[in-house]
């Protein structure tokens, strides 16, 4: 059975970084996603990468400050979130694609992570 458990969320200043790590146990190669959703908001696709490394994408609001990577012989995927701001606050969620690509549709994820708080103060 596929697991994801994220780690690496906390509280930083603006302006700061945080790493971010998703790991997969009971891994079928696929593409990962990383959401965020924070308090009375819809949940957020931010980043993606497909099963090879060889592609990802971002949405517009974290595009230039976060990088997503992946390394399949760890079966890890980390998101590094630099230049941080306080809307980046959120609950931040790592997700295993269903049909295998990337897609910043909620719907299109079967498998989630537990969660990571991430809280950026001014």
């Known amino acids: 059975q596929l697991q994801l458990v994220e780690s690496g969320g906390g509280l930083v200043q603006a302006g700061g970084s945080l790493r971010l790590s998703c790991a997969a146990s009971g891994f079928r190669v696929s593409a990962i996603g990383w959401f965020r959703q924070a308090p009375g908001q819809e949940r957020e696709g931010i980043s993606c990468i497909t099963s090879s490394g060889s592609s990802t994408s971002y949405g517009d609001s974290v595009k230039g400050r976060f990088t997503i990577s992946r390394d399949n012989a760890k079966n890890t995927v980390d998101l590094q979130m630099n230049s941080l701001r306080p809307e980046d606050t959120a609950v931040y969620y790592c997700?295993?694609?269903?049909?295998?690509?990337?897609?910043?549709?909620?719907?299109?994820?079967?498998?989630w992570g537990q969660g990571t708080q991430v809280t950026v103060s001014s």
């Open positions: 997700a295993a694609s269903a049909f295998g690509g990337c897609s910043g549709n909620v719907r299109l994820y079967n498998h």
